[in-house]
Nanobody, 127 residues
Framework: QLQVEESGGGLVQPGESLRLSCSTS????????IGWFRQGPGKEREGVSC???????YYKDFVKGRFTISRDNAKNSVYLEMKDLKPEDTADYHC?????????????????????WGQGTQVTVSS
């Protein structure tokens, strides 16, 4: 069973930054599309960003220019660098492995295209 682990969440003030990490010791993440999703209080899970197996990055409009997704294949990890955080970014953030073909998952960035989920890491943005 595919499984990943997230880390890097925390409590920050508006305007500050965090870097989330997604890793696994089980599979080479470079072969897969990796998506970041979040679920805020009382909200549905929503896609945030994705990187496909050709290294192309995708972002939802509400994080463009603030978040950056990247891979470190030597560490078998995917990162989400988050800058200029806002209170509305407060959520439980999850990474997940795409289960289609490594490319198409990022085009729609919906949970149904991802088949393995981590436990999540909490990001709280508050003054």
């Amino acid at each position: 069973q595919l499984q990943v682990e997230e880390s890097g969440g925390g409590l920050v003030q508006p305007g500050e930054s965090l870097r989330l990490s997604c890793s696994t010791s089980r599979y080479p993440l470079r072969n897969y599309a990796i998506g970041w999703f979040r679920q805020g209080p009382g909200k549905e899970r929503e896609g945030v960003s994705c990187i496909d197996n050709m290294e192309k990055a995708y972002y939802k409009d509400f994080v463009k220019g603030r978040f950056t997704i990247s891979r470190d294949n030597a560490k078998n990890s995917v990162y989400l660098e988050m800058k200029d955080l806002k209170p509305e970014d407060t959520a439980d953030y999850h990474c997940a492995i795409g289960v289609v073909d490594g490319l198409q998952e990022c085009l729609r960035l919906v949970p149904a295209a991802f088949g393995a989920w981590g436990q999540g890491t909490q990001v709280t943005v508050s003054s």
